[in-house]
């Protein structure tokens, strides 16, 4: 059973969009809060959106008003909306539940190439 699998990235135009999507076993999903982050090579991952079951949600300041967190408790899905796009956005992007240590279970991710 495919537990996370992240879908959405490619190539995005300096200040355009992306959407990301996240499907989720349940027993990762369930009550939890849900969070994206994201990774460059070299450097820690970091927790940039997240939200509860219930949508109060949580942004680090790197992304607050470009990025939109969403969730389908229905779907076990999670979604993010990345608007106004940077190059320094460029990363690999990450769908787990919040916390998560670097010993969980990780998706692949889906990598996000911000260049014109």
């Known amino acids: 059973q495919v537990q996370l699998m992240e879908s959405g990235g490619g190539l995005g135009q300096p200040g355009g969009s992306l959407r990301l999507s996240c499907g989720a076993s349940?027993?990762?999903?369930?009550?939890?809060?849900m969070g994206w982050y994201r990774q460059v090579p070299g450097r820690q991952r970091e927790l940039l959106a997240q939200?509860?079951?219930?949508?109060?949600?949580n942004y680090a300041d790197s992304v607050k008003g470009r990025f939109t967190i969403s969730r389908d408790n229905a779907k076990a899905r999670v979604y993010l909306q990345m608007t106004s796009l940077k190059p320094e956005d460029t990363a690999g992007y990450y769908c787990?539940?919040?916390?998560?240590?670097?010993?969980?279970?990780w998706g692949p991710g889906t990598l996000v190439t911000v260049s014109s």
């Open positions: 349940r027993s990762i999903f369930g009550l939890n809060r």
């Open positions: 787990n539940k919040v916390p998560a240590e670097a010993s969980d279970y």
């Open positions: 939200i509860t079951s219930g949508g109060d949600t």
